[in-house]
């Protein structure tokens, strides 16, 4: 089965349910025809039962002579020899041991099928001569008490024949009907699958050099057109995804070069002729420097790329959220002290919350290093706690340089920096620390939100669940 074309496959099911429900129909037209039949000859056994019950009677004049009899007997030996039946009708009285008093002529030497103490009537089919028969026995009484048996029985040879036509023909349109149908579903779910072979024409088209393909929507909004759409906004991601791998390359591989440029420029400037001991000391702390900054590229790069594979394995415990931004302001406290700007944080109450701490806490040194980066000289950092439906805020708020609106949703990209600081080198930082620290956010689960105006400052809020 799963050798199969869809095609194929599609046909097939199709066969099997259309083979059940041909079974049903062709079922419940034999049943009907056929307990249409046996009811018509039951319905004439009984009408004549009813009418040779009219012309019994029981001598009662007769002591040693109790038997059943016909009350007109001539008449009913001139009927059986002047009327021609085409269906005959075979009559048999029987006493209750099963001796025969009467029976029609048409039976000759024979005897109908007799059941000794029937209490109830009873239609039989059997076969007699050679024809089949259907019989009806009743029981006759007289004074409560058993008297006989009459037995009427027609010729069912017609109807078991028509029945048997039926069947017949039934059985050979079964296969007939069902190998046509094949081919007509074959047919229809060709035209039905058509689209996935377009759809699966253009993917195979599609290479790294030719991303902006799509696949043509369907006119109808069914299940092809949702598949056709589901294919192109997965493209659309896909492109996105390779040109942002370009972008990210691109801009790592300049980060990288220019440290290294500088170191292998100033070393090269340090051999060319004999210096003191100061100017060596002077150019060595340099290269230190540049070597430290690159390993934190690498560190954050190397962060990014976990955060890509989704590789981050969480530690949710418990924490005081009071403590982690503490011990945050602590790391940063000589930056602090070299911007002079002054911490201001409420520490009345103490916020609890489940988050990976070592992750949140990159995310606030981010956060925090940036407020503290961009502050103005003598400027005042807030952090503000509070508890609102359920979740803990995080409020940092800045009275720095700000952020241009056209400029706030791109912050969290990849090596983006703001014009501002593209115009002062002087401020440090390859634009990847906010960029960390949303998709961190992402990871533990926490909403951010930042608004910003130029030249008054920035604040951001955390929403910690």
Known sequence: MNNLSLKNRIAFYYIISAALLISVVFFSIYTIVSITVNTHINDHLKTEVKEYQKKLSHDEDD????????????????????????????????DPGGNVIEKSANLKNKELLFEKKLQIEKITNFKFSGNSIRQIQVPLFYERKLDGYLMVAVSIDEETAILEKLSTILYILFPFVLVLLFFIAQFIAGRSIKPINSIIAVSDSINNNNLKTRIPLPKNKDELYILSETVNNLLDRIANTIDREKQFTSDASHELRTPLAVI??????????????????????????????????????????????????LRIEKQKLNEIVNETLFHFTDKILERQVSISQNTENIFFI??????????????????????????????????????????????????????IEKVFN????????????????????????????????????????????????????
């Open 63 to 94: 002591e040693d002579d109790e038997e059943l009899e016909l009350i007109n007997h001539e008449e009913w030996e001139n009927r059986e020899h002047n009327e021609v039946f085409v269906d005959p009708v075979y009559l048999q009285i029987s």
């Open 264 to 313: 292998k420029g100033t070393l090269e400037v340090l051999i060319r002729k004999p210096r003191n001991t100061e100017e060596y000391q002077q150019k060595v702390n340099f290269c230190i420097s540049e070597v430290d900054r690159m390993n934190n590229l690498v560190d954050q790069l190397l962060l990014l790329a976990r955060l890509e594979n989704q590789k981050l394995f």
């Open 354 to 407: 489940n988050t990976d701490k070592y992750l949140l806490t990159i995310v606030l040194q981010n956060f925090i290093s940036n407020a503290i980066k961009y502050s103005k000289a003598n400027g005042i950092i807030k952090i503000d706690m509070e508890t609102l439906d359920s979740k803990t805020i995080l409020k940092i708020s800045d009275e720095g340089i700000g952020i241009a609106k056209d400029e």
């Open 414 to 465: 990849s090596f983006y920096r703001t014009t501002y600081t593209n115009n002062h080198p002087e401020i440090e930082g390859i634009g990847l620390g906010l960029s960390i620290a949303k998709r961190l956010c992402d990871v533990l689960n926490i909403d951010l939100a930042i608004t910003s105006e130029e030249n008054k400052g920035t604040t951001l809020m955390l929403y910690i669940n």
